[in-house]
């Protein structure tokens, strides 16, 4: 030992009593007891060397050493009891408010298609889904869409810019709307047949308060030998009342679709001024809410089945349109920033 004991001394007093101080933990202040007063601390060390000192300093360092300890002695009982009355160990109160643990929930889209899907499952539709990459033949020529038809302006694309894998049925593209999965249902089963199918659809708008590049459809069709325009009516009036309660009044308005003849754009009554005419509804008193119509022939024959023997309706309505007029929401654009201020209002 190079230093003077008693010296060494008051450092190892200094030493202990910053580390006993600065101990977190109970578990830690035990592991500074064992360092500071244990069989190996530098004390033990320092008093093996009390009987190499001059005689007549023995008797002082002795008691500078009982006093040291001493010190040690307290400041760890003084640090224990501040550690036990931390707040860490303070006795569990069972009667504080539980903090609550973040829940997910589904996306406010998926709801309204599955509280769509829902409304026609008992009704004895079946969901089916399909392809979002497409082809041109299914999204256009089978639904009685020809090329160069003006029609085809209706439904702008996204066509893919690669060679088509089959070009007996075109190009590729994303699917404009979900109609062409009626085709693909169609060419793999016979009637009766009752299917609702949602999912994705894509068009070049640009983005506005009511313009998506990509949205949301549920596309519906029924065939069977005997399904008449008063089935479309009664199935369509019975699922919008579902959605919108059942004093809501709907309409019937002749339209044009390729793929149906005759076709309809289904309104309801605006909610907001119940049919007096609003902002809402554009001064109309009415919103529209749904494509439908008849199978066309066309399409009938081109799944080969005969129009002779089967008929059948379809409809399609947009999910991001329902669900806005549904839950008052302005801009279409909000379903996608997925701002959690948002999303969870749902
Ligand atoms: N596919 C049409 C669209 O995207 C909506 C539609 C209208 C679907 C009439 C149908 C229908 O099945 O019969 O605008």
Known sequence: MG????????????DAATAIRQAASLKGLEEQRVAWLGRKSRLNELMKHIPSLPADQRGAFGKRMNEVKASVESALSSRRDTLAASPARAPLDVTLPGSAIPQGRLHPITQ??????????????EIVEGPELEFEYYNFDALNIPKDHPSREGFDTFFIDRPSPDPTRGRLLLRSHTSPVQIRVMEQ????????VPGKVYRPD?????????????EGLMVDGRT???????????????????DTKTRFRPHFFPFTEPSAEVDIACASCRGSGCSTCGRKGWLEIMGCGMVHPNVLKAVRYDPQRV????????????????????????????????????
Do not use: W, Y
């Not at 230093?3 to 007093?13: C, G, N, V």
């Not at 089963?189 to 609702?196: A, E, N, Y």
């Not at 640009?206 to 549920?218: A, E, G, K, N, T």
């Open 112 to 125: 309204t298609i599955q509280s769509i899907l829902a409304l026609f499952v008992p009704m004895g539709f």
């Open 189 to 196: 089963r016979q009637p009766p047949l009752r299917i609702v």
């Open 311 to 346: 008929q059948g309706f379809a409809f399609g309505m947009g999910v991001e349109r329902i669900a806005m007029l549904k839950h008052h929401i302005a801009d279409i654009r909000l379903f996608f920033e997925n701002d959690l201020r948002f999303l969870e209002q749902f």
């Open 3 to 14: 230093t003077d004991p008693l010296q060494e001394l008051e450092q190892i007093a200094d």
């Open 228 to 246: 008449s325009f008063a089935d479309l009516k009664g199935v369509l009036d019975r699922f919008l009342k579902a959605l919108f309660g059942p």
């Open 206 to 218: 640009p983005l506005d308060p009511s313009h998506s590049f990509m949205f949301h459809q549920v």
